[in-house]
């Protein structure tokens, strides 16, 4: 029990972790939007980056998050009913929804898993330093490599189906003895 009990932990301090780091991702997506945003109406001098890295910041903070959200039970649920229910059969109700949940989850990391790796062993031509280096590219002239961005899709995946387990555990605890599990 203590070693479930140490894994449930780390799954929670993880997506915790990753969470607070986002915050920082989307203050600075917001700081480079914003300089955009200055630079193209301000100046009139937009840049070639600004919007591409914008997008490639809250794309991270997308993917990323999910395990985070799923940890303070924050996706969308149908609170009308849900919310009058006991909290034994919430956990009931969670325990019967895991099922499709992990159905998408490991569809997600898998699908995202070769996303990834297709991205990672593409030949783009970009060197450093002479030496040749794989990995998608964008076509921009900025050209930012996009397979660190697309690692974050099963990396995110990941984290959520272990914070999924996480609850799923409590969930079943709660049923079974009807004391949380913490």
């Known amino acids: 029990m203590k070693k479930l009990k140490t894994f449930m932990m780390a799954v929670d301090k993880t997506n915790i972790f990753i969470g607070k780091m986002m915050v920082g991702v989307t203050l600075l997506a917001v ?12 100046f009139g001098a937009p840049t070639n980056w600004g919007h591409e890295l914008m997008t490639l910041l809250f794309a991270i903070f997308y993917v990323a998050a999910g395990g985070y959200a799923h940890y303070y039970r924050a ?10 229910r006991s909290e034994r059969t919430r956990a009931i109700l969670d325990i019967i929804t895991a099922a499709p949940f992990f159905l998408f989850t490991i ?5 995202s898993l070769q996303f ?6 593409m030949e783009a031509g970009a060197e450093i330093f002479g030496l040749r280096v794989p990995g998608e590219r964008s076509f921009t002239d900025w050209g930012p490599a996009y397979y660190p961005v697309k690692f974050m899709m099963p990396f995110g995946a990941l984290m959520l189906i272990l914070q999924g387990i996480v ?3 409590r969930d079943i605890h709660l049923v079974a003895t009807g004391r949380r599990l913490r």
Not at 31 to 42: A, L, P, W
Not at 107 to 111: A, C, G, R, S
Not at 116 to 121: E, F, L
């Open 75 to 84: 996706h969308v649920r149908v609170d009308v009913f849900y919310a009058t």
């Open 107 to 111: 569809v997600l990391f898998y699908t």
């Open 116 to 121: 990834y790796w297709s991205s990672q062993t």
């Open 31 to 42: 700081v480079v939007i914003s300089f955009e945003v200055t630079m193209r109406y301000v």
């Open 167 to 169: 609850w799923l555990i």
